[in-house]
């Protein structure tokens, strides 16, 4: 992937590894679309640094994907990279009933958010030359955090959705790269 001139849209991209993927990004002289659900926050981003869009995006809900992806589609027909970062860690106890609910809230968000995304996005990705799908996972996709049971499990949901999303776009100008960060100190957990 070319490191500028590219225009990005970054799911999650108010706090931490979509944070800094955004700034990186952007001083690299790309324009990012930042994209969240925290008005506020995008508000303070486009404010901070020059040139900054912002998209108002919920993940776990589909209708706002599929708003958000007719407004880029609108607003910037030269997006050619869609960065799926959103997502939630949050602790289970599995002797805990309500612990189903987190379960549930994580699988809709890291999980069927990445996936919804890359369904809304694709028609116009595939119209762009040098495009690219980047699908944030884990190292936890492999090596999992018993008290995250589920967010390692949609993390490993990523990682097989990836992997069969190359296979199937290989003869498309989209390619498809997996992120697994490292730990980092974020806002998640």
């Known amino acids: 992937m070319k490191t500028s001139g590219n225009t990005i849209l970054i799911t999650g991209a108010t706090s931490g ?9 952007h001083e690299a002289g790309n324009k990012v679309i930042v994209a969240g659900r925290r008005k506020a926050l995008l508000d303070k981003m486009t404010a901070d640094y020059s040139g900054m869009e912002a998209i108002e995006l919920d993940v776990a809900d589909a209708e706002s994907i599929i708003r958000a992806s007719k407004i880029a589609a609108e607003r910037y027909p030269e997006l050619n990279v869609v960065i799926n970062n959103a997502g939630i860690m949050l602790s289970e106890n599995v002797l805990d009933p309500d612990s189903v609910d987190i379960a549930q809230q994580t699988v809709d968000i890291n999980l069927l958010g990445t996936i919804r995304m890359t369904y809304a996005f694709l028609p116009q990705l595939v119209k762009n030359n040098d495009s690219f799908i980047i699908n944030v996972s884990s190292s936890l996709a492999f090596v999992p955090f018993p008290i995250a049971m589920t967010y390692s499990a949609t993390k490993s949901a990523v990682h097989a959705f990836t992997a069969g999303l190359r296979v199937q776009l290989s003869d498309t100008p989209v390619r498809v790269i ?12």
Do not use: D, K, S
């Open 17 to 25: 590894i979509g944070l800094g993927l955004a700034v990186r990004f």
């Open 178 to 189: 997996e992120l697994a960060p490292p730990g980092v100190r974020t806002t998640l957990f």
